[in-house]
């Protein structure tokens, strides 16, 4: 189904995440979100009796679930299945973004966390729940592979981690760089954990 057939609701929180990940929470208006959602003022108030804070954490809760889904999609197609490889789709996922679209977009979570982690604790706690949706998945594919549970999660972190600090990176220099300086120097470390001693 094509974004344009979605119910209002799904395009208000789709919006609001697309338009967080390039100005953060602070400078994203809810007329700004509604207007790029292509739906009808009053369905804020119908959809988000919460408001604005309401809006942003369902958003942030799409963000973390699309990320820990898309695992299962990259997983799908490696053949055949290793850390490194799955480390490089997620990356590789950014890389084409920044080819086709610029530099002008990022995380949501990360520009989420940036923005409110300091004045809405209740934003900071949606914001670490739903990278807790993503590294979830990416260390119970990280165990398929061969990675002891006891090592998965530490390297699932570390790979997230290493990711959202090459986009902020690519980001500030407008260069892919760093993205290939992680994929280099972590994918090595990655297949190796997941390595009979």
């Given amino acids: 189904m094509a974004r344009t057939e979605w119910p209002a609701r799904d395009r208000i929180v789709y919006s609001a995440a697309q338009l967080i990940r390039t100005q953060g929470v602070s400078a994203t208006g809810l007329r700004e979100i509604v207007a790029h959602a292509k739906a009808p003022r009053g ?30 999609h990259f997983m799908a197609r490696l053949d055949p299945p290793t850390p490194a490889g799955l480390f490089t789709a997620m990356v590789d996922q950014w890389r084409t973004e920044f080819a086709a679209k610029g530099f002008d977009r990022g995380c949501p979570l990360v520009a989420a966390t940036a923005d409110t982690a300091a004045a809405s604790e209740s934003l900071r706690q949606v914001a670490s729940a739903a990278f807790a949706d993503w590294q979830q998945p990416v260390g119970a594919a990280l165990v398929t592979m061969g990675v002891p549970q006891a090592r998965a ?38 297949d190796e954990a997941a390595r009979p001693l």
Avoid at 49 to 68: C, D, H, I, S, Y
Avoid at 154 to 166: P, Q, R, V
């Fill in 153 to 190: 999660d530490s390297l699932a972190l570390l790979m997230i981690s290493a990711l959202e600090g090459a986009i902020v990176l690519a980001r500030a220099h407008r260069d892919a760089g760093p993205l290939d300086a992680v994929v280099a120097e972590l994918g090595p470390l990655l």
């Fill in 43 to 72: 369905s804020l108030q119908h959809y988000f009796p919460g408001g604005k804070e309401q809006l942003v954490r369902e958003a942030l809760n799409w963000a973390g679930e699309f990320a820990g889904g898309r695992i299962a």
